[in-house]
């Protein structure tokens, strides 16, 4: 069975920021709650790069392990989904993840913030795929067409590559060799202090 | 409710289920980006998504909804030209899929691309036809808003003249559209029509036209796959043109290019450049010169290609012996060995192109520019092959097709030009009696020491340009070289904000006694000054809610097929042109050669039945070959385009033909022309889309020797330079019909193209010509020869006919360097277009009144990935205007913390004109270097600390409006097209 993941190709990440609006488009998502966004660091400065984050759907998701309704559930594709009717909208969650991923429609330091919203892979929720219910509550079910997250399938310079963990590994493998420089990939360097000349 | 999915059918539940449900159709979908390339191993698996392990279809259960039909656009931004796939159900657009197929874009969008959908939902669009009647707005029919309309315009052309109404279309425009509206303005009797090139690229459609032919971008984003080096030069691809960047950066990748990025600011092109040069806004010719000056000491030059196909390289070697290193450095702020580095490898390393936008156009010496770089390209031999040229990004979705078809004070459709064979040629097309279009124009009283002009004299004068409209309106009628000032101004899908001194503008504004506004939203013209009467709005509907084609940067044409019936009460350009033509009385003959059909405000007019009516006079350009058809079997078949070649599949319906059918694609659509994928490129075939550098400047110039005396220079080509199975083997001029008789051709014409040259040439028959022989005869025989219709000739240096024949370095008007300005002041004070132009005056004044040391920050200014142009379309946009929601101003840290502003705090920036002043937030960043700033120009609606949003019928303001960058620029005008210089001023930023 495949293992969907996302990888952003900083390399080619222009920050043009379709991946954000193609999911608004798709996901009808309101203003203010950001499925995904585009990270830039070193912004402006030699040595630039940008990034396009979104819930990563974790291995071992640390959102499940904290969240006390227990909404969380793991697809037989690896991809992390939760259940709304369940979502008691704490925030835990939020504070859980590395990756900023949880949204919450309400701001507010006491009581819930409503209930929470996040990428859900283009595959939905836990209702019947591809019924109204499923679409108000999490968006579209393209994974369940057969289609991939409309994120990546837009992204203007083929950075952001979605797919099964291993094919788009063996598309970035192909890319860096091509390239001929270490592998670029962002936070390699953190990892790796490996010194990279672009 | 959900209209997105179809929801019956559905009773697997969970999503692991679903996932071995796959629909026949997606397996279509798999196999289909198999076919296409797109997943075929290797390197090209690395520019594409693959579908993953998904488990393979047991039954076909889910699908789109019943129904649901899939219909192709284009993106209406910018001038890549990506694809659209829209599903729409029950005539609602419901979903947005990628277009893997475009050899374009393969699926990709950028921000704007993506979001597309909301364009023809959106709540903000004008809903109906409304007037303003003592500052309310009232809704109007559409009958009684183009009857009211066109009484005012009769009311003031018997006052002031036709001249007075000043045209003002779009880049947003179709093909068709654009014809339209030009041929509007003729029949109106005017040549005071423009569009968004005036302020984008018209310096470089004047400037590179006058190089070697055309005005056009030579290859295209493709073929920069094969580049070796690549120089951006004030192009910021990466958030004006974002999908370029993947067909940049797979070459980069694979060829292992140099990717060099000249500009002002560190911007997110130069993060991914191998080498960033900064300089100062403004320089361009000193960096171009100090290039050429390593170049020709080094002896790096292509002295073959310079022998053979350029003219006038020596008196660049004598300029560019100005530009020794010191010089260069103390002018443009870059380090002597970067300069060399960079030069060495653009000359050495090649295939090499040279990318430009607006950085380079929009000085007052943007021509200049334009023809320096162009100037380098030919010294390397950068041009007219694969991975070479002059690469020129330009802004809108079909700001190339509407300069093409002569959205342009100095032309007719297809750079005909205003003389009487060019007023002959589209009479002759259009079916119109030549006199009368004679008759429409104004006479042009003697005025301001300048003789009076005829009816005929000032048909084949240029009209006035859309940057200075204001000051038509403003000046003293006698400065104005028109019957009268400027009275009304009647504006097509154009923004208010997009050029200089807006201060002045909103004066202009007041002095219109009419002003209509054509667009899908409200733009700044509405809310901009304190006007109460006598401004209209129509609604205008978007390209995606009628047909037609467009024309993207690299000359391709693209079908677009109708998504959705105009929404509310919007109609098309079309319908919109048609109508006011009847109320002025001239539609019968105007629409006679068209198909009509009913629309939503009456009849109008097919795209289809316009683009043949172009393909039949559009010879100059070769857009004759681009049949509705021919572009619609493309659009059907974009699978089967090579993505670097643009050549379609052998076996394939569109086999041999390049994408789109590039213009040139010469004859009729008969002939099946492929297109010209590369400009001349000598390499191919005439008829297999090659050519040669086009002589349009004579065929000999005269040249004095040092010991006076003098010898002619040939300006055709030369050691033979011809293209390929070319049966002249040299240079030649353009065909005529007394050229085909001296070579003996003539007897290949068949005799129904005879009678038609015979009936175009009359007594003067030899005198028919390529472009005004309607029958393609000349064009085709001279094809079947192996020879290019308009000639083979050099491409030259030294523009003689223009100001500063070989360009030379001038200090902007605002320039920061007040002691450069006496060695390289700007040019004297002259007239451009109709009204003076006051360059020397100006910068002299600023320098004696010490601008540079009370508005010590050079200010230049740009494009977000998010917006576009004006921005009110964008900015109306809920899903692009959450992503920025402010306007504001780059500033160094430097110069922020001498200021006291922090980073996101509000600051005053200050302009030297006007006292103008505007309220913005502070950005403070490194990107741009000390002394400089930088604005974003797609913001409005806030006008000098004041909010606007008052002035907009109420519902229809844009989510975000801010203060315009263009009430803080300044004056300056190119001496050639009066582009603006939009790019260098300078400013003061305080905290607010």
């Not at chain 1, 222009?14 to 912004?43: H, L």
């Not at chain 2, 000051?471 to 009628?477: H, K, M, R, S």
């Not at chain 2, 503008?505 to 939203?521: I, Q, S, T």
């Not at chain 2, 006292?915 to 806030?942: C, D, I, Q, W, Y």
């Amino acid at each position: 069975m495949a293992r969907m993941k996302f990888l952003c190709d900083a390399d080619r990440c222009i920050e043009c920021n379709a991946c954000v609006t193609a999911c608004k488009n798709e996901n009808d998502v309101p203003w203010g709650i950001n499925r995904r966004r585009v990270v830039t660091i070193n912004d402006g400065k030699p040595g630039e790069r940008s990034v396009s984050m979104a819930c990563m759907h974790c291995t071992d998701a640390p959102c499940a392990a904290v969240c006390p309704v227990d909404c969380f559930y793991t697809t037989a594709d690896a991809v992390v989904l939760h259940n709304k009717d369940l979502c008691i909208g704490c925030g835990y969650c939020f504070y859980a993840c590395p990756f900023g991923a949880p949204q919450y429609p309400k701001v507010s330091n006491f009581g819930s913030r409503g209930k929470m919203d996040k990428c859900t892979y283009c595959s939905g929720g836990p209702e019947v795929d591809l019924s109204p219910a499923e679409f108000q509550k999490y968006g579209s079910n393209r994974l369940a067409e057969g289609k991939l997250p409309l994120c990546a399938e837009m992204c203007s310079t083929k950075s952001l590559l979605a797919g099964d963990g291993e094919v788009i590994a063996q598309i970035y493998k192909e890319r860096v060799v091509k390239r001929g420089y270490g592998s670029g990939a962002w936070g390699w360097q953190t990892a790796y202090r490996e010194t990279i000349t672009i | 409710m959900l209209i997105k999915r179809k929801s019956a059918d559905v009773q697997r539940g969970r999503l692991q289920s679903a996932l071995g449900g796959l629909a026949s159709g997606v397996m279509d979908r798999r196999s289909f980006l198999r076919r296409s390339g797109l997943v075929a191993g290797g390197v090209a698996a690395a520019g594409a998504l693959q579908i993953g392990s998904v488990r393979k279809a047991e039954a076909a259960v889910y699908g789109p909804a019943t129904g649901t039909k899939v219909v192709k656009n284009i993106c209406t931004h910018c001038s890549v030209g990506c694809t659209v796939r829209a599903e729409v159900a029950n005539g609602v657009w419901v979903g947005q899929e990628p277009a893997w197929e475009s050899p374009i874009n393969r699926g990709s969008h950028c921000a704007k691309g993506a979001s597309v959908r909301e364009l023809v939902h959106g709540d903000r669009r004008i809903k109906y036809p409304m007037k303003l009647v003592d500052g309310q707005w009232q809704r109007l029919s559409w009958d009684q808003a183009v009857s009211e309309i066109g009484d005012k315009m009769m009311e003031i052309r018997a006052k002031s003249g036709a001249d007075s109404v000043y045209l003002l279309g779009s880049a947003k425009f179709s093909n068709e559209g654009s014809y339209l509206f030009r041929k509007f303005a003729a029949f109106w009797g005017t040549n005071n029509v423009d569009h968004q090139a005036r302020i984008c690229h018209s310096t470089t459609v004047a400037g590179v036209a006058n190089v070697w032919g055309y005005g056009a971008m030579t290859n295209s984003y493709n073929d920069i796959r094969n580049s070796k080096t690549v120089i951006f030069m004030g192009s910021n691809a990466a958030e004006a043109h974002p999908v370029s960047m993947q067909h940049i950066l797979t070459g980069k990748e694979e060829q292992r290019a140099n990717v060099i990025v000249f500009d002002p600011r560190l911007t997110r092109t130069a993060a991914h450049a191998t080498d960033y040069v900064r300089f100062r806004s403004g320089t361009d010719i000193a960096v171009i010169w100090g290039l050429m000056w390593h170049i020709f000491q080094n002896g790096w030059e292509d002295k073959a290609f310079i022998a053979a196909r350029v003219h006038g390289m020596d008196d660049v070697r004598k300029e560019v012996a100005k530009y020794d290193p010191k010089t260069v450095e103390d002018i443009t702020g870059i380090p002597g060995e970067q300069l060399k580095r960079v030069a060495q490898t653009f000359a050495t390393v090649k295939p090499a192109t040279f990318v430009w936008c607006m950085g380079v156009t929009q000085h007052s010496v943007g021509t200049a520019n334009v023809r320096a770089i162009c100037t380098l390209l030919l010294a390397t031999g950068n041009v007219g092959s694969n991975g070479t040229g002059a690469n020129i990004f330009r802004g809108h979705c079909n700001v190339q097709g509407a300069t093409d078809f002569g959205l342009d004070i100095s032309n007719l459709p297809c750079y005909y030009g205003l003389v009487e064979g060019a007023w002959r040629h589209w009479s002759r097309v259009w079916g119109v009696d030549y006199d009368y279009f004679v008759s429409r124009f104004d006479e042009v009283p003697a005025k301001g020491g300048r003789a009076a002009r005829t009816r005929k004299q000032n048909m084949e004068t240029s009209g006035h340009t859309s940057t200075r409209w204001f000051d038509a309106a403003n000046l003293p009628a006698e400065q104005v070289d028109q019957k009268d000032n400027l009275k009304a101004m009647f504006v097509m899908g154009h923004g208010g904000n997009t050029i200089p001194r807006m201060p002045d503008a909103v004066k202009g504004l007041e002095k219109l006694e009419l002003l209509v506004v054509c667009d899908p939203h409200p733009t700044n013209f509405v809310s901009l000054g304190g006007r109460k009467n006598g401004t209209y709005i129509l609604p205008i509907c978007t390209q995606f809610e009628t047909s037609g084609s467009r024309t993207c940067s690299n000359r391709s044409v693209q079908w677009g097929e109708k998504v959705v019936e105009p929404i509310f009460e919007s109609a098309s350009d079309y319908a919109v042109i048609y109508k006011l033509s009847q109320k002025l009385g001239f539609a019968t003959e105007m629409f006679r050669p068209y198909e009509m059909v009913q629309g939503k405000i009456g009849l109008e007019p097919t795209a289809e039945s316009i683009l043949r009516e172009i393909n039949r006079g559009g010879w100059s350009t070769g857009y004759t070959g681009q049949s509705p058809e021919r572009l619609k079997l493309h659009m059907a078949n974009q699978d089967k385009f090579d993505i670097v070649t643009l050549r379609g599949a052998k076996g394939s319906p569109v086999e041999n033909d390049f994408y789109g059918l590039p213009w040139p694609c010469w004859g009729t659509p008969e002939y099946k022309h492929p297109g010209t994928h590369i400009l001349y490129n000598t390499a191919l075939a005439a008829k297999d889309g090659g050519g040669t550098f086009r002589p349009r400047f004579g065929l000999t110039r005269e040249r004095t020797l040092p010991d006076g005396s003098k010898v002619e220079d040939t300006l055709l080509a030369e050691g033979g330079s011809y293209s390929l199975n070319s049966d002249i083997k040299d240079g030649y001029p353009e065909f005529t019909m007394g050229v085909l008789k001296k070579l003996g051709w003539d007897k290949d014409l068949t005799p129904a193209e005879l009678a038609t040259i015979s009936w175009i040439g009359g007594n003067t028959i030899d005198n028919v010509s390529w472009s005004t022989d309607l029958s393609g005869g000349i064009q085709r025989v001279a094809m079947e020869h192996g020879c290019v219709p308009y000639g083979n000739g050099k491409a030259r240096a030294n523009a003689w006919n223009l100001p500063d024949p070989v360009p030379v370095h001038r200090e902007p008007i605002y320039s920061p360097r007040v002691d450069l300005v006496a060695k390289w002041p700007a040019r004297p004070d002259e007239r451009t277009l109709r009204i003076p132009n006051l360059h020397t005056s100006v910068q002299k004044a600023a320098v004696e009144k010490g601008i540079a040391k009370s508005f010590p920050i050079v200010l230049t200014s740009g494009r977000l990935v998010e917006y576009e142009g004006g921005g009110e379309e964008t900015r109306s946009n809920k899903w692009l205007a959450e992503l920025q929601q402010d306007m504001f101003v780059e500033i160094n840290p430097a110069d922020a913390a001498a200021r006291g502003i922090r980073d996101g705090s509000l600051v005053w920036v200050t302009g030297p004109e006007n006292n103008s002043k505007a309220r913005v937030k502070a950005l403070v960043t490194e990107r741009v270097g000390k002394g400089a700033a930088f604005m974003p120009f797609h913001f409005g609606g806030v006008f000098q600390g004041v909010d606007q949003r008052g002035n907009y019928p109420k519902g229809l303001d844009p989510i975000v409006v801010g203060e315009s960058v263009n009430t803080i620029t300044t004056y300056g005008y190119d001496p050639v097209t009066a582009m603006h210089e939009g790019k260098v001023t300078l400013c003061q930023i305080a905290a607010a």
